[in-house]
């Protein structure tokens, strides 16, 4: 298994947005569900957004729902994560993996997670 690549964190006002991307090598993501979570300092990594293989299939948490968005282009091998309306409190590191299961809430069901971009948001 070959992990996954985050990329497009960094430094954003509350309000603005960014998009990050999942990327991934050969055939990882191939016929998988993918999902990203987040981990700020001193929490647990929680469950953020995961999306089928079609992408016909997608899943939010509550406390991004209607703010972030999940794509995937299987012809590049990657994963975006659209993140409109930025608070402070969606600061963490971002991690993708991969999800033999299916589109779930339960990190323990993901495989091969990346090692993370970091979001920022400042007031």
């Known amino acids: 298994q070959v992990q996954p690549v985050e990329s497009g964190g960094g430094l954003v006002q509350a309000g603005g947005s960014l998009r990050l991307s999942c990327a991934a090598s050969g055939r990882t993501f191939s016929s998988y569900a993918v999902g990203w979570s987040r981990q700020s300092p001193g929490k647990e990594r929680e469950f953020v957004a995961a999306?089928?293989?079609?992408?016909?299939?997608?899943f939010y948490a509550d406390s991004v729902q209607g703010r972030f968005t999940i794509s995937r282009d299987n012809a590049k091998n990657t994963v975006y994560l659209q993140m409109n309306g930025l608070k402070p409190e969606d600061t963490a590191v971002y991690y993708c993996?991969?999800?033999?299961?299916?589109?779930?809430?339960?990190?323990?069901?993901?495989?091969?997670w990346g090692q993370g971009t970091q979001v920022t948001v400042s007031l």
């Open positions: 993996a991969r999800s033999p299961t299916g589109v779930v809430r339960r990190l323990s069901d993901y495989e091969s």
């Open positions: 999306i089928s293989w079609a992408g016909n299939q997608v």
